[in-house]
C-alpha cells in the first residue's frame, strides 16, 4: 500500500498567519492527491483534487501544490473557520490511502 | 439539493453483522460511484471499498476482502460488514465520487456518518 505522511501532527498558528501543511507519499501518486478538512462531530469536506483543483466554492485562500512525492497544503490567511483537521489521501492506487492528519489549532 | 443520507447508528454485538443504507438525491446516481469509509475514534479516515453507480461493479480494500459487501439498489447504496469485532466500532461514511465521468476517485460528497458500535 502506498502510505501517506502528513507533517506537522498539530499546528499552532493565529487568524491571519499563513499555514502550510506537507504530504508525503511513499512513492509516485502523479497529481492524484485531494485534501480535506474536518471539524470534529461532522464528516470530511473535499477542498482540493488533483492536487491543485479547488473544490466547487471553497474559500480561494486555500491553494494546493505538488506532484509525484510531495504536496502542499496552504491556507493564506486563517480565518476562524479554518481551525480542523487536514487530511491529504491518494486516489492512485486501489488502496486510496489517507494521512494521520494535522490538526490546525489556536 | 444534492444529499447523501444515511441510516441510524447501530450498535451490535460481537460475531454479528450490520448493514448501512445511503440514499442519494439531486443527481444522477448512475453517473457517479459510491466509496464507503470508517473512521475510528481519534483515526483518521479509512477506505473500505467502493461501488459503481452505473454497473455495479465493486472494488474491495484487501483487509475487508470477505468481510464486506456492497449493492445498489435504485438511488440508495447499501454497505454489509460481517464477523463483527469490537475494533470494528467507527462511525461509516459514504461518499460519491465522479469516477464514472472523470476516471478520478476524490470524495467530492460524504453522507453524515453511521456510528457502528460493537459490543458485548
Known amino acids: 500500500d502506498i502510505q501517506m505522511t502528513q507533517s506537522p501532527s498539530t499546528l499552532s498558528a493565529s487568524v491571519g498567519d499563513r499555514v502550510t501543511i506537507t504530504c508525503r507519499a511513499s512513492q509516485s501518486i502523479s497529481n492524484h492527491l485531494a485534501w480535506y478538512q474536518q471539524k470534529p462531530g461532522t464528516a470530511p469536506n473535499l477542498l482540493i483534487y488533483k492536487a491543485s483543483y479547488l473544490h466547487n466554492a471553497d474559500p480561494s485562500r486555500f491553494s494546493g501544490s505538488g506532484s509525484g512525492t510531495e504536496f502542499t497544503l496552504t491556507i493564506s490567511s486563517l480565518q476562524p473557520d479554518d481551525f480542523a483537521t487536514y487530511y491529504c489521501?491518494?486516489?492512485?492506487?486501489?488502496?486510496?490511502?489517507f494521512g494521520q492528519g494535522t490538526r490546525v489549532e489556536i | 439539493q444534492v444529499h447523501l443520507v444515511q441510516s441510524g447508528d447501530e450498535v451490535k454485538k460481537p460475531g454479528a453483522s450490520v448493514k448501512v443504507s445511503c440514499k442519494a438525491s439531486g443527481y444522477p446516481f448512475s453517473s457517479y460511484g459510491v466509496s464507503w469509509l470508517r473512521q475510528a475514534p481519534g483515526q483518521g479516515p479509512e477506505w473500505m471499498a467502493w461501488i459503481s453507480g452505473h454497473n455495479g461493479k465493486t472494488e474491495y480494500a484487501q483487509k475487508f476482502q470477505g468481510r464486506v459487501t456492497l449493492t445498489t439498489s435504485g438511488n440508495t447504496a447499501y454497505m454489509e460488514l460481517t464477523s463483527l469485532r469490537r475494533d470494528d466500532t467507527a462511525v461509516y461514511y459514504c461518499t460519491r465520487d465522479p469516477k464514472i465521468l472523470t476516471g478520478y476517485y476524490y470524495l467530492e460528497l460524504w453522507g453524515q456518518g453511521t456510528q457502528v458500535t460493537v459490543s458485548s
Open positions: 489521501q491518494q486516489y492512485d492506487s486501489s488502496s486510496r490511502t
